[in-house]
């Protein structure tokens, strides 16, 4: 029993915030909390449904198909679109899925402007990434082989994987994120593809605008205690 116990006390650690935050929201306003990857979902399923049609592939090519071969603008103005059109070599159902379970939860506790602007900054640092790495070509240091160039890179999966490494860190989840981290780590030691080590790159992204805030803070939080200490007056608090 003490080893039941024990794990079971690790989780609450883990996920129980979590847990609570999300079932708070969702008993509260229903399905209103979670706006946002309703609509994700429906403009994939939308989209998958279109681009298997007939005359329908071409044109969600043209809206949201990014490779690293394309001309620099025309890939930024695609990224936003590839973020939901589904891999064509992978079941919709499994992006439908990470839309639906990991953005949901992320515009719970994360709010729906981070949420926004976390899967998009994920998404374009893969892009860009792309861009760099078959620049660099494979002999370089995180170089791409040029073939890399033409493969089409398209669906929600490096926005998903920066947002659970966000919503690990909001919530101290450190053993979650870690294996986030470790899963895509292996994810490239097996495959070495593509998609992969933009998943990596998608974390890295993702680490950079959570450490962000929390050093501004600090920062703030330094200056305003020493200039407390300076002038005997009390330590501002935000």
């Known amino acids: 029993m003490r080893p039941v116990r024990a794990l079971r006390r690790a989780a609450l650690r883990e996920w129980g915030p979590l847990w609570t935050d999300t079932r708070n929201a969702l008993a509260a306003d229903g399905l209103r909390a979670v706006p946002l990857p309703l609509a994700a979902v429906g403009l994939t399923a939308l989209l998958h449904l279109v681009q298997n049609t007939s005359w329908g592939y071409g044109p969600v090519q043209a809206l949201g198909a990014v490779r690293a071969e394309d001309p620099l603008l025309t890939a930024l103005l695609r990224t936003p679109a590839s973020l939901f059109v589904p891999a064509l070599d992978l079941p919709v159902w499994g992006a439908l899925a990470q839309v639906l379970l990991v953005f949901g939860i992320a515009e719970i ?7 926004l602007l976390i899967a998009y900054v994920a998404t374009l640092a893969g892009t860009l990434y792309a861009r760099i790495g078959v620049a660099v070509g494979p002999g370089g240091f995180l170089g791409l082989p040029g073939s890399d160039a033409r493969i ?24 979650t994120a870690g294996l986030v981290v470790a ?4 994810e490239v030691v097996v495959k070495g593809n593509l998609a992969g080590k933009e998943h990596l790159t998608a974390i890295a992204a993702a680490l950079v605008l959570c450490a962000v805030p929390a050093l501004c803070g600090r920062r703030g939080q330094g200056l305003d205690e020493d200039a407390g200490s300076r002038s005997g007056a009390p330590p501002i608090k935000s």
């Open 109 to 115: 506790c994360l709010g729906r402007r981070r949420t």
């Open 152 to 175: 089409v890179d398209t669906g929600p999966s490096a926005a998903v994987v920066a947002l659970a490494v966000c919503v690990c860190w909001a919530y101290r989840a450190r053993c």
């Open 183 to 186: 899963a895509m780590a292996a």
